[in-house]
């Protein structure tokens, strides 16, 4: 049955109203990363503390660090092409309005010798004054990248750029240790790969110096429990070589985990073509095709050395980093308290979520969890978790239509990604809220992502989620609460209501099925009127 | 490259502001159809005359025709249905604060000698007045559906419910007969097919029922040029089943092309089948099983009796026509003055399109295309059509998300369906917003939608959106208009501007290469400023 209340429209165009006013307050920050390879531009529309989003990402292959290698000055060819590129991405700025700009150089710039004349030229034709970071800084950035935006709290991360590869040991979440190498992808292919394809001996001799170079950070071996995150574009166009491979499911980098020998597959695959055959593989970059080997190289050796046998991609880098500082401000170290929860939190705001009616079917939803007794379903705390952001996350579709808005909602999460989950976690997920109304949950084209038995979590879980909507079907919590008891075959599930109850009994009624297909339970509902009280009439 | 600037945003907001205000003038209507088989509530949100969205819909299953066809009597046991179905109802709308209430019932109720003492229960129950609809009214929501939601021009509508079913006859877009024949899906399976499985007698006698009653309407055959338009929940099912046996790549059933061949394959599946069987077919709704076959043979022997060789799917019906008798209130007749463009501009409103700009560019890929010589392609007039619908739409997933936002147009495109527009054609335009911006346009999943050397059009119509898109990367118009000539195998393109033509001159270099894949042609830009004349300065 398609039932729904449209109490939720009347909502919507008053969150719609609100959200306007939310984003009259939000400011908007450029952030300019000028990197050895390419310059990036991001655009961050935020509300300090509360959302943020990227919302433009402009990126222009520039190759500052070209020939470098040979004299450490920045040739005319490439400075020429870095002022063309700053003084569009200025005109950008001024045409949208933006003054709140943060331009940052990293290692080309900072070792180059004619770095007072590059600077001075850049801000004489862009008007953008550019902030120089030193090599730890550079690794700051990166680790409040990492740590706002994956699960590390112990282990390293690993940001690989052009010029230079930052290495943070990050231990209880804060930055204990960095270090900042010459070893950035464009540097590592001009010293030591020069034949197309490259010869073995090349390979070789890059290799045993980077075990020189790694042996010598005593601080990085990775333990077991501890995570390695690599941070980069190089690094986001392996881990994208070895998705296509594989057909793998997902649309989506970050979080994406990827084995150390996957990553010496690419290493293989890589160095047995020639830059024009590379740039026929599936994913293969144009700008990156040359340097993609080397950089897979460092990093394949990296994983070595540390030990560490996978590693986790985040999309994000110093340039959020940068972000982070100005968003947390105010509030001791700029790191979130718990990612995971601020990222669900963050895309129900972006997607303007019906706060009220998601907290109280996330309210009902691990009510009936945590009072079903453990044997009768497959779910541990993990999965409690999820079923907390699905209840959170359900009708996010709404926003882009009523009309299969559960499916809109999949997508939205499938799309948006959820950083700190892992891509088993975000299917599940998404899968919940694209079974939250109707149909047969099924793990569709997402079974490789999952793990045994997941079928049958998604089962028990999507059950709940159901009879949650349906119990608020008026979207007016007219149940306050509930008590749910296994005796025999039977599950008597009581609900407290207040007000007119009929539209919750009428819509519950025609989804005790798949409750009763996910625990093997009968299930018995038994509505009980709850008496206003004084404290009930004061709230 | 991915080079966006992000002026967008600015207009977005803008955009986001103003369309709070067109919310805050928008109304809504609930329109109640108390058919013989469900009850289906619709809230339809609009502003007059300019743009509408069907925000909820309700379907309950209640019989009401349910032993009718032996007394025409409805039953104590339907009369509860009804009445506690409407009262929901009822309540859904006050918890939604909709007092725009039309409640419209058809042939069960027009019919039933109880007509009144339960036309009297239900306001008494529900407080919400009926309207008994007669039959030729009934016929004319259902013209109204069809030719606001298809090209229909010339041909027939026939629209299958439980009780009744109408056909209209269509003439240059107005409808000049109409009839309504006690052929609805519950009550020819009440008279004709009792058996489970039926036999073939059964079906024999109702094939030679239906031939006779056909045969008495002598405006009942379809010429060739001629469109047969089909309407109702059980002709949906028949579609559906169509769709699903064969892998069909839309999840779409407006403007879907039926065969009399499949109807007649869906006729001899359903035939061999009990009612418990035909449940486990993909596609099938629990509700409708039973009345399934009696539908598919009314619908089967009506094309076999007019000669029509298929039938195109419109998921609107009688609700719809009843909105839009409001929505295109004094305007003449409540019919689109051209369906497709107005399916066009609907959704873009919807998705608060940025006009300026989709319009700016929908000019600039025109007159690219109008100046290039018809030998350097292979689109006509239809094509042209497409491109400028693309050239409309392709930036609406930027209400989803600017990241990505091709990919979401798309999926907007694809989910909102564009009424009057064929599935090749929707396809086609999904796929010119998905690779507006980047990528290698291909004809993906759905190839099998597509016409012989649609790939090779799609590249060209690509092409010209995405060069479009470059010259106006700026979005604000400073390319003025442009000239196309070929001369050799070059394509001279001669760009006016006004103001700063770097980031235009900028984006469009690094697309010249699609340009020359699609059309043979190498593409060499003449930027030519424009001077300001007396009559720009007023402008």
Known sequence: ???????????????????????????????????????????????????????????????????????????????????????IYAAFCAASGINDIVAVGTSAIREARNR??????????????????????????????????????????????????????????????????????VRVTERFLHSDPVTSKEVKKLQSHLRDVYQNIDW??????????????????????????????????????????EVDAVVDKL??????????????????ADI???????VAEAMRASGAKSMTICSQSMREGLFYERFLAGSGAPVFHNVRHAAVLNLAHLYRFQEQHAEHIARLTLSMFDQLPPE???????????????????????????????????????????????HREIALIALMARYHRKGKPTVDEFASLLKPGDDRRLLQLCALLRLAEQLDRSRDGVVRDLSLRVVGGHALMEINFRGDEQVALWALERHTDIFEQAFGLKLQVIPIPVETTADDALA
Chains 1, 2 share one sequence.
């Open 1 to 87: 049955m398609e039932a729904e209340n449209d109490l939720i429209n009347l909502k919507r165009l008053k969150t719609l109203a609100e959200h306007s006013d939310v984003y009259r307050d939000s400011q908007r920050l450029a952030i300019i990363d000028m990197g050895s390879n390419s310059f990036r531009l991001i655009v961050v529309e935020y509300v300090p503390q509360l959302s943020f989003k990227v919302t433009d990402e402009v990126r222009e292959a520039v190759r500052l660090s070209e020939g470098m290698a040979a004299n450490d000055v920045m040739s005319a060819a490439a400075m020429d092409r870095a002022a063309r590129v700053m003084r």
């Open 116 to 185: 007072a004349y590059f600077l001075k030229r850049i801000v004489s034709e862009s008007n953008i004054p550019v902030r120089v970071l030193e090599g730890e800084e550079e690794a700051y950035y990166a680790y409040l990248a990492a740590v706002n935006s994956t699960t590390l709290t112990d282990g390293f991360v690993l940001d690989l750029g052009g010029g230079s590869m930052e290495i943070i040991r990050v231990k209880n979440r804060r930055n204990a240790n960095a270090i900042s190498l010459p070893l950035g992808a």
């Open 220 to 261: 990085f071996q990775a333990e077991p429990g501890m995570m390695l995150v690599g941070e980069g574009g190089t690094l986001r166009l392996i881990a994208r070589l070895i998705q296509k491979q594989k057909h793998y499911p997902l649309d989506h980098l970050h979080g994406y985990v990827m084995t150390l020998d």
């Open 271 to 288: 160095a047995s073509l020639s830059v024009a055959e590379r740039n026929k593989l599936a994913g293969m970059k144009h700008d990156r």
């Open 292 to 298: 993609s080997l080397a950089g897979a190289i460092v």
């Open 376 to 422: 009768t379903h497959d779910c541990g705390p993990v999965e409690r978790e999820l079923l907390w952001a699905a209840s959170m996350l359900h009708d996010i579709g709404v926003s882009v239509d009523y009309h299969d808005h559960h499916k809109h909602s999949a997508y939205l999460i499938l799309n948006g990604g959820l950083p700190g989950y892992t």
